[in-house]
């Protein structure tokens, strides 16, 4: 969660974003010999107009405190291939009065707060040039966005195999799990669901086994083994071990002949039919839990893929995002339907923050093209309309965004021939996409083929895609654009329709 969080505000207006000279406190002999120089340089330094730089645009919708990019890459690249800032001096031991410091330096983004108040409180006093530049210039080189990418670990609400990352915690009210012990139990990880399966069968064994050799000690059918005129309640029973042997024959009905319950008491028989409810019951439940675990629907959901990477490009004149599905199994799904959620943090116009906020992207819910036939991989499309969250987005704004898009496809599993595969439950697959995986300027290829009078799907082209002109603008830019030319087309064919228009003659 905690790539989705604000970070703190940058405050711009007290650090610039080019070097400068700081002001030291001179000598009070260099002051006394050099102040109408100082004064003058001075005037002179403040009159001079600043050179108006151009900023990095922003966005309405980005996280506070988000780095901006660099204009162009080329220059960042060259100067991440040298290791060092073009503007950085070397480390060389130079005069104090002629070094420059980057005023920026303290007021890096994703630097923590605690370690922004400590630099702030040592600025206050002066401290050794070489330090202060050489610490200076490594937060640089290490806060530059090619290291960030290489550094920053996005924490992502849903794997790319559609598993969930939200752990839950400090549940008090747990005896709910066990209202619904079926589920629990399900729920279960193969290696605890094991151990509950063997624990159920070897404590109901040692139980009533214990039970058998308590009740044959009581009536001294253990001192009497071997006498033919004792009427014994348990036969062949001589301690603990022979008593669980016939707890587990009786309970699995294996039944060899040795050991066995008599009627010459009725606790015996009491207790052999109590072990066989109980073992019943165990074995419905416990066998009905494996075989739920085993054909639970979400392993269909293995043979449903995803394309690794999203597109946006141009589709019927209309500017769409667009990552494709598909299925490898020949048993289709039944009634298939797909789903897009947008994951993104914001700040309300009260002041409010509301982390990962969920937003639907429409699929075609509107015209039935959400529902899908998936026989063969199909393309997913999201228009960006002004109803999109990526209206005003173009190519550039994308890559300073912090979001996720979650992609859900559903569907009821068909009948097949596997029995511990049933028909009729609902299958979810799910997966996600960053901005990272977004590629702007692409489309998919084609993967299908007609060969010897079918159609041939070629899964090794399923993840390809390729370039096309694209304009880097958003949507909304776009969409001005067409209507300015619209409008200008409209208002030159009426100038046109003026002047063609033949003159009127005056009457008589």
Known sequence: MLAYLPRPP?????????????????????????????????????????????????????????????????????????????????PAPQEAGTRFYPLHALSVANIPNSSRGKTSAR??????????????CKLLEEDSPMVQAGKRQRQRYVTKVGKCQVNLGNIQDKKRFLSDIFTTIVDLKYRWFLFVFMMCYVVTWLVFGFIYFLDA??????????DPEWQACIENVDGFVSALLLSVESQRTIGYGTRMVTANCAEGVILLIAQSIVGSMIDAMMVGCMFV????????????????????????????????????????MVDAKIRAKLIKSRQTAEGEFIPLEQSELNLGYDTGEDRLFLVEPQIICHVINRHSPFWDMSAESLRREQFEIIIILEGIVEATGNPCLPAGMTCQARTSY???????GYRFE???????????????????????????????????????????????SLYWDHLLQPCALPGP
């Open 293 to 332: 675990k085993i054909s639970r629907p979400k392993k269909r959901a293995q043979t449903l893929i995803f394309s690794k990477n999203c597109v946006i490009s141009h589709r019927d004149e209309k500017l769409c995002l667009m990552f494709r599905v598909g299925d490898l199994r020949e048993s289709h």
């Open 217 to 226: 000690w009581v009536r001294g059918d253990v001192g009497h083994q071997g």
């Open 446 to 492: 084609p993967c299908m083929s007609l060969e010897k009078g079918a159609f041939q799907v070629d899964y090794s082209r399923f993840e390809m895609t390729f370039e096309v002109q694209t304009p880097a603008a958003s949507a909304k830019e776009l969409h001005e654009l067409k209507e300015l030319e619209q409008q200008e087309h409209s208002t030159l």
């Open 10 to 90: 940058t405050d711009t207006s007290r650090y610039g974003t080019f070097p400068q000279k700081p002001d030291f406190p001179a000598a009070p002999g260099a002051l006394v010999e050099d102040g109408g120089q100082q004064a003058a340089a001075t005037t002179a330094k403040r009159s001079a107009p600043m050179p108006n730089y151009p900023s990095a645009p922003r966005h309405s919708g980005f996280v506070a405190g988000e780095p901006s990019l660099p204009p162009s890459r080329g220059s960042l690249a060259a100067q991440h291939h040298r290791g060092r800032p073009s503007w950085c001096p070397p």
């Open 123 to 136: 600025s206050s006093t002066i401290p050794t040039p070489e330090g202060l530049q050489s610490r200076r």
């Open 434 to 440: 960053t901005e990272d995986e977004i590629l702007w």
